[in-house]
T-cell receptor, first 114, second 111 residues
């Protein structure tokens, strides 16, 4: 079964540095998402992306964050000037265009800010 | 998006059937009901989705009464590996729709 893959599985970064989290969505999917989950807390929506544009973003997704689909297969989340509170699991998800199809998640990148 | 309410935790034993009920009183006409499973340090995994009546797949069944104000996820003959957090979500799944996760139900399966 096709799956969403994320790299790296664990990223350790110094506070203030920039990080790029990478995702390869399922190949025929057209909608892409990023979520995060702080340890012990709920999964939170960050942003959705379709047709090379952000479709919707949450209040968490401020100017520190950006997303990009640099080629036909990758979908990236960039976090500039990281803060301690950015430490979390970051999940990428994708879904088909068909409206009743669910989102499929990757296994996440654990981001640790020191 | 409709608000959902589900038990915080449940306990079961291997081989038993587990039913987790979710209430969603303000579900909209176009809303689907979707259940996800999450193991520690993994992404949520899609289990099942339905709109009305009953849906069954190889891992679970989903029962939805006529008024659609609640739904029940049924896991037949659970095993230790079914220990996880289960999330009920209501909304227009796929496409632009963001998923709003609650705290979920933490299911513990005991030997």
């Amino acid at each position: 079964e096709p799956e969403v893959t994320q790299t790296p599985s664990h990223q350790v970064t110094q506070m203030g540095q920039e990080v790029i989290l990478r995702c390869v969505p399922i190949s025929n999917h057209l909608y892409f998402y990023w979520y995060r989950q702080i340890l012990g807390q709920k999964v939170e929506f960050l942003v959705s992306f379709y047709n090379n544009e952000i479709s919707e973003k949450s209040e968490i997704f401020d100017d520190q964050f950006s997303v990009e689909r640099p080629d036909g297969s990758n979908f990236t989340l960039k976090i500039r000037s990281t803060k301690l509170e950015d430490s979390a699991m970051y999940f990428c998800a994708s879904s088909e265009f068909i409206t009743d199809q669910p989102q499929h998640f990757g296994d996440g990148t654990r981001l640790s800010i020191l | 998006l409709a608000k959902t309410t589900q038990p915080i935790s449940m306990d079961s034993y291997e081989g038993q059937e587990v039913n987790i009920t979710c209430s969603h009183n303000n579900i909209a006409t176009n809303d689907y009901i979707t259940w996800y499973q999450q193991f520690p340090s993994q992404g949520p995994r899609f289990i099942i989705q339905g709109y009305k009546t009953k849906v069954t797949n190889e891992v679970a069944s989903l029962f939805i009464p006529a008024d659609r104000k609640s739904s029940t996820l049924s896991l037949p003959r659970v095993s230790l590996s079914d220990t996880a957090v289960y999330y009920c979500l209501v909304g227009f799944s796929g496409g632009y729709n963001k998923l709003i996760f609650g705290a979920g139900t933490r299911l513990a399966v005991h030997p």
